[in-house]
């Protein structure tokens, strides 16, 4: 598979400096930060620092230090903000959309963690 990542998109400014964020958590692989527009009381982005396009780009070709990295940034994220049923919170949802039809904004990879109230059903059946 072939992807062509587009370095000036708004998150690789981000990642450059160029655009501020309000950072949640950053590691060598992984930052993450609250969304501009939130869409529950907690909305926070992870993007993973390599220029990937989507999660399966993501997932075939970083390496297994930028995936575990990802995923545990993503986990401690959710124990802070008080969202992980495992944590004693109520639960929260991850979104990443993939292209076209996936209504992919951005393309960087990138997973919403959404949670602090009740999120509803994902899909409205067609």
């Not at 991850?94 to 999120?119: C, F, K």
């Amino acid at each position: 598979m072939a992807y062509t990542y587009d370095d000036q998109n708004i998150f690789a400014r981000i990642l450059r400096g160029e655009i501020p964020n309000k950072t949640v958590a950053e590691t060598d692989h992984t930052l993450a930060f609250a969304d501009l527009y939130p869409q529950a009381p907690v909305h926070v982005l992870v993007i993973p620092k390599g220029a990937y396009v989507c999660f399966d780009h993501f997932a075939a070709e970083a390496s297994d230090a930028e995936i575990a990295d990802f995923h545990r940034v993503a986990a401690k994220i959710c124990a802070e903000l008080e969202v992980s049923p495992g944590e004693g919170g109520g639960g929260y949802r991850t979104i990443s959309n993939a292209g076209e039809a996936g209504v992919q904004e951005v393309p960087h990879y990138h997973m919403h963690i959404l949670g602090g109230r009740p999120l509803g059903r994902m899909l409205a059946k067609a």
